[in-house]
């Protein structure tokens, strides 16, 4: 079986996309996992800074495709910056107790051309939801470029759902993920 670079998602930046008998490399400077949300009537957005994953994607096996991949919660850096303490905070990802956010990736569905779509389970605060999104693969000048974006409910994953913060800010947070590897 062919092992192909892909999808991380996501959620987030990859460690471990290989080939048989070639692996390849995440280009990090390339590569990015990033969330916004509104709030205090404006966007605020970050940036996860440590992540790792293993990736599984036959072109010729799309349904056999897998990810596992793992988001330090204390990693995330906000702009403004004022606000990273209380995202990572108690109130909202309590990054001491839940140090990690999960994502598995179950199956792709081609779309067509280089579309397909991910369905994965999410893990946040140890509160485990499906969600399904779109993503883009494609592969140029020797490179792999993987884009794709879902939003998610944080009510639903008990962040802020307590104190005068939750009317603030907005139910919906959208996480996108960039990722450009070559082969090493």
């Known amino acids: 079986m062919i092992r192909r670079l892909l999808l991380a998602l996501a959620l987030f930046g990859l460690a471990a996309w290989a ?8 280009e ?6 990033e969330m916004s949300v509104r709030a205090f009537g404006g966007t605020h957005s970050g940036r996860f800074e440590q992540w790792s994953g293993d ?13 596992d991949v793992t988001v330090q919660t204390d990693s995330l850096r906000m702009q403004p910056s004022a606000v990273t303490a209380r995202a990572r905070g108690p109130g909202f990802l309590d990054a001491a107790r839940y140090p990690a956010i999960r994502f598995a990736l179950k199956s792709l569905e081609p779309l067509g051309g280089d579309r397909y779509t991910a369905r994965a389970d999410v893990t946040i605060k140890g509160v485990t939801r499906p969600l399904a999104f779109p993503v883009d693969l494609r592969l ?10 879902f939003v998610v409910d944080r009510t ?29």
Do not use: K, M, Y
């Not at 990090?28 to 996992?33: G, H, P, Q, V």
């Not at 104190?163 to 603030?168: A, D, E, K, T, V």
């Open 156 to 184: 639903q994953f008990g962040i802020g759902t307590t104190g005068p913060w939750n009317r603030l800010v907005d139910r919906r947070v959208t996480v996108r993920v960039q990722l450009q590897a070559r082969p090493a």
């Open 28 to 33: 990090r400077d390339a590569s990015r996992i």
């Open 55 to 67: 990736i599984v994607f036959d072109p010729d096996n799309v349904a056999a495709s897998r990810a």
């Open 140 to 149: 140029t000048d020797g490179r792999a470029h993987l884009t794709g974006a």
């Open 19 to 26: 080939q048989e008998g070639s692996g390849w490399t995440i």
